[in-house]
């Protein structure tokens, strides 16, 4: 499985960005997977943002970004994607896109097995 991350860049404060996540190499729809967003601010521990269930679509969010954040797919590109709103200077982090088997919600880095390689999201105050 290949994930590839994009769509991260500058703004301000209020905006907004959408985040993709192109998976290759697999087909999500065939298996029970659950996809997520992490994210990781220099000198901090990659941390949890939202994950989905790729065949139910049922979603589950950091308290963070809840109410900010919605993750969502498209299965016939099998693309995650991450829409943000009200962005704030605390949510600056590289943001990666992860895939594990499984239906189970966990916020644990750990047991997502497959990784993309992150984009920069960057919120200027």
């Known amino acids: 499985v290949q994930l590839q991350a994009s769509g991260g860049g500058l703004v301000q404060a209020g905006s907004f960005l959408r985040l993709s996540c192109a998976a290759s190499?697999?087909?999500?729809?065939?298996?029970?997977?659950?996809l997520g967003w992490f994210r990781e601010a220099p000198g901090k521990e990659r941390e949890f943002v939202a994950a989905?269930?790729?065949?139910?679509?049922?979603?589950y969010y950091a308290d963070s970004v809840k109410g900010r954040f919605t993750i969502s797919k498209d299965n016939a590109k099998n693309i995650l994607y991450l829409q943000m709103n009200t962005l704030k200077p605390e949510d600056t982090a590289v943001y990666y896109c992860?895939?594990?088997?499984?239906?189970?919600?966990?916020?644990?880095?750990?047991?997502?097995?497959?990784w993309g390689q992150g984009t920069q999201v960057t919120v200027s105050s």
């Open positions: 989905i269930r790729w065949s139910a679509g049922s979603t």
């Open positions: 992860a895939a594990k088997k499984g239906s189970v919600f966990t916020t644990i880095r750990a047991v997502y097995t497959y």
């Open positions: 190499g697999y087909t999500f729809s065939n298996y029970v997977m659950t």
